[in-house]
């Protein structure tokens, strides 16, 4: 073949024989084909000896005798159509196949517990048995929630069935209420409450419980009752029933209302007469006809004699439909202030016999005014036709130990008037408006008196005497409980936990036209007034002309708030100041002032004597004794250890007292020691203490030397006059050369050695 070392540039495609090769102008190549329709269409079989890179793939039927590496990483294989098959051993799918369509679902997950036992459970949802639809954990059949027939069993424990349970025995305890009709025989102890609201029958029923019974129930057999009580609304007992704790109806709050056979320690009386009682001794027997609130045509009829041991006590009202017979001899005798209340006629088979003998056909009781003579008024009478009169002993008047009733109008000749229709009693009108009224032309008056003890008026929500929703008006209390309470004082109390109102013009409040005034003494000078316009409160003054208008002095022990300026005519006497004090103030200031003292910017503030913890100029005090300027090149400071630091507030050293950040001018001496003896004094240096001063590892005296400046050679000749600003410096000027190791004075334009003997 020949071999061809030149690039060849085909403009319109290139074809090699009819199909073997072709490429068209467009640029597709076209193998076994000269109509390609792809970048590279290839018509026949293609192998690929190296590696085939392609970023989609469609084929027909693909033959992969060896796929590197073992795992498809992507989106997937797409298959469009055809049948995955195994040529042989099986086709392993992993993951959950959720996307794999057409294949039937199974909620059943095999698990190995650990115990060489492999299970089976339900991953999730109910399963139903003959039916698709299972409403329980396990379901079979319909659901009996709906009262169709099947087996519901969830999770909980709980099992429904709608047909019939059959088993050889239940073993265990049950615990809960069997709701519905038990056909069939019960065998064995029933430890639990028997509760039967429809038709049941007992054959034999041994209950060491409770029995509940609202139907009708027929015991044939012998009935044992164990328990303590023995309930029920219908009971038909054709056999022998045996109540060894007795019977017991309690009412619907639990409490044991009827009780049989507890008499006597809880039994039926030894005796052998059959007791009806209550449990307790200290209870009582209710017998009523119609339950809680029984009808008033109703009551507890005894179709025989009942005979009482003990005397009949009747709280309520005693009604006799027929004759009532006394065979007694003690007669009728009412105590405890009873009394005798007839509808009809009070009759008596004999005359009726005063306690001074004298019969009479009228209602005559008592002694009368002369004793023996007949005619006379008694203190109970009536005469044909007329009223019933009371009267005590030669006119003494009528007392009534206990209540007085009156069903119709109480009436007398001072029109005073009780009327029973509208429950008013009137004094001096025969209409009251209100509960009780009392009117008169005149003054009129109502006193309630004490001769010894307190007098009080009470008016409240309190039916008894708590004193814990109601107020009192009280005069002449002497209690230690009450200090100010004499026999003499006057108390309004409220012993309620709401207000204590005063009104005024209550009924209309835009015409008032009084005030509130308190006095001493009748008729003297008023000592306070409140007025009704305005509200304002004098005291010692009764035309107030502001809030609070107070003639005299005034104290206040606790705290005094104003909210806007206090103006004061005479002397302020302060204890103790918690809040700004704004505005002149003239006078001394005795005390401790805990606030700010801001001085008016224009004038002047003199103190001749001032203690203060701490001061800031300009600045808070920031922890120091003074502290002036927050501006460092103001700062003036004197902190807690008395150092004083002026233009700085730093101190290198803990024994420096003093730190200067700017230059010292001393218009007077200096002076180092006790002695001034010249401008500048360092004679006595060696003489000064370590007073005042702890930690330092020497002693002043070991300090009493002068260090002048040092300074190179180069340093000195770059010295200069700050106060004329140029490099001549004044004669006299003392540096220490440190490179000539000598002192050097300037003289005159120049530098001058000293002598120096070692």
Same mark, same amino acid.
């Given at each position: ?9 085909? %403009? ?30 290839? %018509? ?89 639809? &299972? ?124 009780? !049989? ?59 006799? %439909? ?40 009228? !209602? ?67 209409? &009251? ?40 008006? %009280? ?57 009704? !316009? ?37 002397s302020l006497t302060i204890s103790a100041i918690s809040a700004n004090v704004t505005g002149n103030l003239t006078g001394n200031v005795t005390g401790n002032v805990t606030g700010l003292i801001n001085s008016p910017v224009t004038g002047v503030s003199t103190i001749t004597n001032l203690e203060i913890t701490s001061v800031g100029i300009g600045t808070t005090s920031n922890g120091n004794f003074v502290n002036i300027s927050s501006n460092a090149n103001q700062k003036i400071i004197i902190n807690n250890d008395s150092q004083v630091g002026i233009f700085t507030d730093t101190f290198d050293d803990s024994n420096v007292g003093v730190a200067i950040n700017r ?45 002048? &400046? ?49």
């Open positions: 073949m020949a071999n061809i070392k030149k690039s060849f540039n085909f %403009r319109n495609g290139v074809q090699v024989d009819d199909d073997n090769l072709k490429v068209s102008a467009t640029g597709l190549v076209g193998i076994g084909t000269t109509v390609p329709t792809e970048a590279l269409d290839v %018509r026949g079989n293609l192998v690929v000896s190296g590696v085939s890179s392609a970023v989609t793939a469609q084929a027909g039927v693909m033959t992969v005798t060896t796929l590197n590496p073992t795992e498809i990483i992507g989106a997937g294989v797409s298959i469009v159509s055809g049948i995955v098959t195994a040529s042989s051993g099986i086709i392993t799918f992993y993951g959950d196949a959720r996307f794999l369509q057409g294949m039937p679902t199974s909620q059943w997950e095999d698990v190995n517990t650990g115990l060489g036992v492999s299970s089976i459970y339900n991953t999730g949802g109910n399963v139903g048995i003959a039916t698709s639809n &299972p409403q329980f954990t396990l379901q079979i059949g319909s659901n009996v929630n709906l009262s169709q027939n099947g087996v519901g069993i969830s999770s909980a424990g709980d099992i429904k069935i709608s047909g019939v349970a059959t088993a050889t025995k239940f073993v265990g305890a049950l615990t809960g209420d069997v709701i519905g009709n038990v056909t069939g025989n019960l065998t064995g102890n029933v430890s639990a409450d028997v509760n039967s609201s429809g038709v049941s029958t007992f054959t034999d029923l041994i209950v060491n419980r409770n029995l509940n019974v609202s139907g009708l129930s027929t015991f044939t057999g012998i009935t044992s009752v164990t328990g303590p009580v023995f309930h029920s609304t219908q009971l038909d007992i054709s056999g022998i029933s045996t109540m060894r704790g007795g019977i017991s109806i309690p009412f619907s709050n639990g409490q044991e209302n009827l009780q !049989i056979g507890f008499v006597k320690n809880n039994l039926i009386d030894v005796t052998g007469i059959a007791s009806i009682g209550t449990r307790l001794g200290n209870q009582d027997l209710h017998l009523s006809a119609g339950g809680v609130n029984p009808d008033s045509g109703r009551g507890v009829k005894i179709h025989s004699d009942a005979y009482l041991l003990k005397q009949l006590d009747v709280s309520g009202a005693a009604v006799f %439909r027929n004759q009532l017979s006394i065979q007694s001899a003690a007669g009728l005798n009412l105590t405890n202030g009873g009394g005798i209340i007839s509808d009809g006629d009070i009759r008596s088979a004999n005359k009726v016999v005063g306690d001074d003998g004298v019969e009479s056909d009228m !209602i005559a009781m008592g002694r009368a005014t002369v004793f023996g003579v007949v005619g006379h008024p008694r203190m109970i009478h009536t005469i044909q036709d007329g009223p019933l009169i009371l009267a005590g002993h030669q006119n003494s008047g009528v007392l009534i130990q206990d209540v007085f009733t009156c069903n119709g109008n109480l009436q007398g000749q001072a029109n005073i008037i009780a009327d029973s229709s509208t429950g008013k009693i009137g004094v001096g009108t025969d209409n &009251p408006v209100n509960d009780i009224q009392i009117r008169k032309s005149g003054n009129t008056e109502v006193q309630v008196t004490s001769d010894t003890g307190s007098a009080s008026l009470t008016v409240g929500r309190e039916a008894g005497t708590n004193n814990t929703n109601n107020a009192e008006f %009280r005069y002449g209390l002497v209690s230690g409980g009450s200090p100010y309470s004499s026999a003499q004082s006057l108390d309004i109390l409220n012993y309620g936990t709401g207000n204590f109102n005063y009104h005024i013009s209550a009924n209309n409040p835009n015409s008032i036209a009084g005030d509130f005034h308190w006095h001493k003494g009748l008729n003297s000078t008023r000592l306070m007034t409140l007025t009704g !316009i305005g509200g304002s409160l004098g005291i010692g003054n009764t035309q107030p002309t502001t809030k609070l208008d107070v003639e005299g002095g005034g104290k206040f022990t606790g705290d005094l708030e104003v909210t806007n300026n206090l103006t004061l005519g005479g230059n010292l001018h001393i218009k007077k001496a200096v002076s180092v020691g006790s002695t001034t003896r010249s401008a500048v004094d360092f004679s006595n240096a060696v003489n000064i203490s370590n007073e005042g001063e702890t930690g330092l590892p020497f002693n002043r005296s070991q300090l009493a030397y002068m260090i002048p &400046p040092r300074v190179t050679t180069t340093q000195r000749n770059l010295l200069r006059d700050a106060y004329t600003n140029s490099a001549t410096l004044i004669s006299g000027a003392m540096v220490y050369n440190t490179t000539s190791k000598r002192i050097e004075v300037y003289i005159d334009g120049g530098w001058v050695g000293l002598a120096t003997v070692a």
